[in-house]
């Protein structure tokens, strides 16, 4: 629902940078190239744990969809839009909704192609069960509606319920991943390859692609675009793709170990590489503790 709601309210006009756009979108492909390029490698470097040759290859298959995925697919609702939307009003927001698009119609129903084709191979029976998936469903329908009746015309009651069951769907998703993960969370595995590739290449390497490599060419120079490109490439992982990789039987280990660890690292490694955000933070915490003095005087 929450998918639906923001492809509903999805409006490309007002005061948006394309450049900025195309930047994110460029920076995305690249790093699902690079996560699949790895996701792959890794489960090629483990294929003793199965079973003949084409075993190693549909798991090399799927794992690099998974693995892809899980650097193009961020949390831009929950985090980048509530943390981003009100530094940068007036590109983040737009941006944040923006980029759902590529993520369920590009980076998911590829990642989906990959895992189905691990067991079924490429097929028509195969493209139809990925375009099938609710997520992909939800996306096309909030797009029909903006373009039938435009923008932010969801009635009232149901934009009500849709962003009640969005807020709710993160917080289920995350419970349910830790749950699921309790039962022996260690050091040891979330210092194992998979994670700790995922996590490395989301907190550090996605900002240097974009702001490094990607937004030079496109002549993006201005201080404040870039800082608003490297916040947004540190955004972690959306909690979807670890019910997603639940669902398919892809790693769900590794990338709940990474939504895990890339939620919670990245608020302390934006608030250091933004001064802006650590300002904000500081008066905010100020303000709190200020509060708190109040009333126990009072």
Known sequence: MAIFRAMASLSLSGGLDWKIVNCVVISKIIMFCIGALVGAYIARASSGTFTGPRAASVSARARAGIFGVCLACTNDLGVALPVLGTLFPSQASPLCFLMVLPAMLLFIPT????????????????????????????????????????????????????EAFGSAAICVMLCAMGAKLSGGLSLSRLFSPGPLSLVAMKLLLSPVVC????????????????????????????????????????????????????????????????????????????????????RIEL
Not at 240 to 268: Q, Y
Request: hydrophobic letters at 55%.
């Open 111 to 162: 990642c989906y192609a990959l895992a189905n084709a691990s067991s079924k191979g490429f097929s028509l029976v195969m493209f139809k069960s990925v375009l099938t998936q609710p997520l992909i469903l939800a996306s096309v329908a909030g797009i029909l509606l903006t373009v039938v009746a435009g923008p932010g015309r969801v009635p009232k009651a149901v934009d009500v319920v849709c």
């Open 211 to 294: 702001c490094w490599v990607v937004a030079p060419r496109l002549g993006i120079t201005g201080a404040n675009d870039l800082q608003l490109l490297w916040l947004f490439s540190m955004v972690p992982t959306a909690a979807s793709i670890w019910a997603m990789a639940e669902d398919l039987g892809i790693d769900s280990e590794s990338v709940g170990l990474a939504v895990f660890a890339s939620t919670l690292l990245s608020g302390p490694v934006m608030l250091a590489n933004d001064s802006n955000l650590s300002s904000a933070f500081a008066a905010r915490v100020r303000g709190v503790l200020h509060s708190g003095v109040l």
